[in-house]
């Protein structure tokens, strides 16, 4: 039976349609193979699921963490929001979450910030209204835990959590929907009433 999948982790296409390859049980774990239905991927994707409930674990090529093909996007960016990602699923969280600290600093140098710390380049987006106001504290937690995942004598080394690390790259990840995925929606919407 055909699934549509979140996003296939090869190509990175959303709500993409997979076809089944093969299936695989035991009592911890079922594993499934997938074929990716995108006519210029057709890779395939193994999705592993608890035995006993059901629930999602794992995906192999870690690529959950891929940016959508379709959006515009360096590929520093879209390399490093992939490595943040891959460092998540392999449980190594510090470097998640370094990983997103420079993400973050990469966007803003993007946007044209040419201050090289990352409390006055926050600063500097604010100011030039690049960076929301309500982002504000979003982009302070990145940077803040960031930092303490980067120092081996920072007493916070207990909040480099899993469920930390997550949240720090959704964080990222609704930064980069600010930064270029939204102002790109409204163009090609403008592109689309004009050409009409
Ligand atoms: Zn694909």
């Known amino acids: 039976m055909s699934e549509v999948v979140d996003k296939c982790p090869n190509c990175g ?17 079922n594993w499934k193979i997938l074929r990716c239905n995108n006519q210029e991927c057709r890779k395939l994707m193994l999705r592993v699921h608890d035995g006993r409930t059901g629930v999602f674990v794992r995906m192999f090529p870690n690529g959950h963490y891929e940016i959508d093909s379709a959006i515009n996007i360096s590929q520093p960016i879209r390399d490093e929001f992939h490595e943040a990602g891959t460092c998540l699923d392999a449980g190594s969280y510090k470097a998640s979450m370094m990983m997103s600290r ?19 380049a926050i600063d500097w987006a604010i ?16 940077r803040e835990y960031g930092n303490l995942s980067a120092h ?3 007493e916070q080394l207990q909040n480099a959590t899993k469920e930390s ?30 050409s009409a």
């Open 102 to 120: 420079r993400v973050l600093q990469r966007c803003l140098k993007e946007q044209g910030c040419t201050k090289r710390n990352l409390v006055d």
């Open 165 to 194: 690390a997550e949240k720090i790259l959704s964080f990222l990840r609704l930064l980069i929907h600010e930064f270029y995925e939204v102002p790109q929606n409204a163009e090609h919407l403008k592109t689309q009433r004009e």
């Open 127 to 142: 100011k030039k209204n690049i960076l929301r106001k309500a982002f504000h504290p979003v982009a302070e937690e990145i």
């Open 152 to 154: 081996p004598d920072d």
């Open 13 to 29: 296409t959303a709500h993409v349609m997979t076809n089944p390859e093969w299936n695989g049980s035991s009592f911890l774990e």
